[in-house]
């Protein structure tokens, strides 16, 4: 009884979520219903009908319908056999219409309950339309047989109430078969959606990567197992969970804890966006280093909705790239003290006035390759340290540094037969670091000498361009083939032609050109082509433009 009630008195509880038996009742309740209240009038207008057998029959039919409607086990019987149940409730319609006919004429409209049963059961709607108009005709029409009135006007006048129930029961079939489809429909979608949301759920849990959504608040609303891992390594030991303000997270290279406020999940609450981020989370062996991303998310309407934030666990590759950096720097400097020996005792030899021109000349070489290597340790060192280290800002002259580096070269141009001219506009001032500038130039420069060849020419000019100060240093040596020049800037890698040419080298010196001049929040590009020769471009802010930049 209380499911009855909850369903007609829309609540919880929804029609089609009840068991086909409790189903059938709700159906059949109406009719009875409105049966005891012609009960009710009978009983103030004209209590002689209760002596009517006809009247009292009908009200028992129509109670013993409701009885069977509860008592038959629906649910072990075929689909469509409640249906008679319907079928069965015109017969006491039509005898309480018989017998009571004259206090209350419109107890034919009474079909209307059978007739929305079978026209919204979903069961042969043709059929089931059409068995309702005939059985409504049916009882309306018998009486008129049964006491001997029948006739043309009589039968004519009785034809309105089945050509109502007729109509009504066309649009109760099409409305129930439009609600099933709509139903299916949606259960399809949901079915759909349930499976999508169980596949993203798979999904985020299998990669390696943490993921917390948190809504607008900061609530979390999903976490990964990924994530729980790594939130694990967070929390204060001897704890198994902890709030977000108890967690150990710190900077990348600081043992100070970051403030709550300061902390990724807050700062990507409040609207921040975060690319790739280092923290540590824990302490000691516990301890991982993450790198963190972060971006808002937003819903069907556009509106923000909350943040998705993605946790990499890079402990192990940061360790990595530690220890290659604390491995790099040892070996260059192991390798510096004894390239300075030789290079000492080959400059010493050299002034020694007892040796051959023959000996002369193979001091010469070892002074030359030992200054090879020592610009290779050079390379390697400078490749070792960290590229997002200040830089010391001093007042420098483009023009003059790079006449400098022309100046330095003059012998080893003078070696290989090759001539260097420079040109400028006057004084370029730039603001930098004087080695890292120093080193870029004498880079460009020995690798326009490096690669060109007896007789050719190397062309450096200075010059102003707006707000930059521009330094091209053109040769006319092997040139660089196309498919090499997006990767001369790449650390360790080697264009094609330098290779087959047997030259030496590391494929460090161009790469550290180009960070040294992005931290100098300039340019270094490259044009060229094969067996013409190439064309360094290295463009810098000029002093006044640097400061207003900043």
Partial sequence: MDVVLDVMLLGQRRFHELGLRTQVVLRQLPLNLTMIF?????????????????????????????????????????????????????????????????????????????????????????????????????????????DGTANIHSLASELLTPFIMFVLGVATSISALSGRTQRKRIEELLDRSETRQQLLETIVDTVDVGVVVVDTVGDIVLMNAQQREIHQSALPEGLEAAREPELLVYADSSDELIEPKLRPAARAVAGEVISHELYRLGRGQRARTVSVSAGPFRD???????????????????????????????????????????LGYAELLHEDASLSPAARADTLVMARNARHLNKMVDDILAAATPGAAELPRTPLDLAELTRDAVDSSTPDAARRDITVTFTDDGVLPVLGDRTGLVRVLDNLVSNALKYSGGGSTVTLRAKRDGQWAVLTVADQGIGIPPEDLKRIFTRFQRGSSALRSGIPGTGLGLALAREVAVRHRGELECVSELGVGSTFTLRLPLRGELGARS
Avoid: K, N
């Fill in 38 to 146: 012609v009960c009710g009038i009978s009983a103030l207008a004209d209590r002689a009908d209760f002596a009517d057998a006809g009247f009292v029959i009908s009200q028992l039919l129509a109670l013993a319908l409701l009885t069977a409607c509860a008592a038959v086990p629906w649910e072990r019987l075929p689909r469509w056999s409640f249906l008679a149940i319907p079928v069965l409730d015109f017969y006491p319609i039509g005898l309480l219409r018989f017998s009571d006919g004259d206090l209350l004429p419109g107890l034919g409209l009474l079909a209307v309950f059978p007739i929305l049963w079978l026209a919204g059961a979903g069961y042969r709607p043709r059929t089931a339309v059409a068995f309702g108009a005939i059985a409504t005709l049916l009882m309306v029409w018998t009486p008129h047989f049964m």
């Fill in 300 to 342: 069907a309407g556009g509106e923000v909705a909350g943040t998705v934030l993605a946790f990499s666990d890079v402990t192990e590759v940061v360790a990595a790239i530690r220890a290659r950096d604390t491995f790099l720097a040892a070996m260059s400097h192991e390798f510096r003290t004894p390239l300075t020996s030789l």
